[in-house]
């Protein structure tokens, strides 16, 4: 198949487009290669996609959030279907920016939407995020929960994608699946992730900040269980048979949880880090911080039933092949 990857140049885009590579696809990679974070790490994963995929993968370096640019962009480029994980991330930085987050997650979704509609693809895959639940309190959360009462702007928006999502499967019947992602971690993840700054921090022995007085629990799901559900829900459109889908639907939309089905002690993730590292932190335990929450948990049935999707890494396992990774790209021995 012909592919286009947004978010080329982040964690969950660039390992979704390497798998697809590796699978013997063609893939379009997009990416704005903004600056949120070391801007060097977005080079080196696309540096690494061109170099596995060769005349198989092309780059092109645009803002999806500026139509017309976007629109120029893909012109010379053919594909069947999408996979839209870009996006401005982050539940903290949405506090402070929160225009970042109305033009990439918003009018960027609309525009991948547009993008879809008139290229007629067979099938729109899309990130969505475990922080819709908002305060829920009872675990794990379902796709059936209310999801109507977030507590931070990146959780709107994401919940706004999915509204978006649902109109233009009823109005242009556009097959479109949209996956609640439960804290990914993993090989090439993300700096401004909590397993990044712990290890760093750690290695250079300063101390981290724990919050909630370590008082939190999180559904952390490996990156190459992502992975393998994102390619299962890209070569699965919904049908468009008027059935109700995952999330609700009756039009050809589903939307499920994608995380590991275990929600661990925060404590437990900085005590196999510490192993990992061959040293102990220094904890600064802290308040919670506004838009957070203490806990989640992925209820994967749907996903389960009608995909296959079983996660296999646990953390004991995944954690170290983080350190590991992270002491190889820095170089640390």
């Given at each position: 198949m012909d592919i286009l990857v947004t978010g080329a140049a982040g964690f969950i885009g660039m390992s979704v487009a390497r798998a697809l590579l590796a699978r013997g696809d063609r893939v379009v990679g997009i990416d704005s290669l903004n600056d949120y974070y070391p801007?060097?790490?977005?080079?080196?994963?696309?540096?690494?996609?061109?170099?596995?995929?060769?005349?198989?993968?092309?780059?092109?370096q645009v803002d999806f959030a500026e139509d017309a640019a976007l629109d120029a962009a893909l012109a010379p480029h053919a594909f069947d279907r999408i996979v839209h994980l870009g996006a401005q991330a982050g539940v903290r930085y949405s506090i402070d920016n929160p225009r970042a987050y109305v033009r990439a997650n918003l009018s960027g979704h609309l525009n991948l939407l547009e993008v879809a509609r008139h290229h007629r693809s067979g099938h729109l895959v899309y990130a969505s995020s475990s922080s819709v639940y908002g305060g829920n309190t009872e675990m794990p959360f379902r796709v059936e929960d209310r999801v109507d009462r977030p507590i931070s702007l990146y959780a709107a928006t994401k919940k706004a994608d999915e509204l978006m999502s649902e109109t233009y499967a009823h109005l242009y019947r556009l097959p479109q699946t949209g996956l609640r992602f439960f804290t990914v971690y993993g090989p090439w993840g993300r700096p401004d992730m909590a397993m990044w700054i712990f290890t760093q921090a750690i290695l250079e022995g300063r101390p981290i900040r724990v919050f909630n007085h370590g008082e939190m629990r999180r559904d952390f799901t490996y990156i190459d269980d992502i992975v393998a559900g994102v390619i299962a829900c890209l070569d699965h459109p919904p049908a468009d048979d008027g059935a109700e889908k995952a999330g609700g639907s009756v039009s050809p939309h589903a939307v499920y949880n994608i995380g590991n089905h275990r929600s661990e002690r925060l404590g437990d993730m900085i005590d196999l880090i510490e192993a990992a590292c061959g040293r102990e932190a220094v904890r600064d335990y802290q308040p919670m911080q506004p838009g957070d929450v203490p806990a989640t948990y992925a209820d994967i049935t749907a996903i389960q039933r009608d995909l296959g999707f079983e996660p296999t890494t646990t953390i004991d396992v995944g954690v170290p092949r983080f350190v590991e990774w992270y002491r190889d790209y820095h170089r640390l021995g």
């Open positions: 801007v060097a790490l977005k080079r080196d994963r696309v540096a690494l996609l061109a170099r596995e995929g060769g005349d198989r993968f092309a780059f092109e």
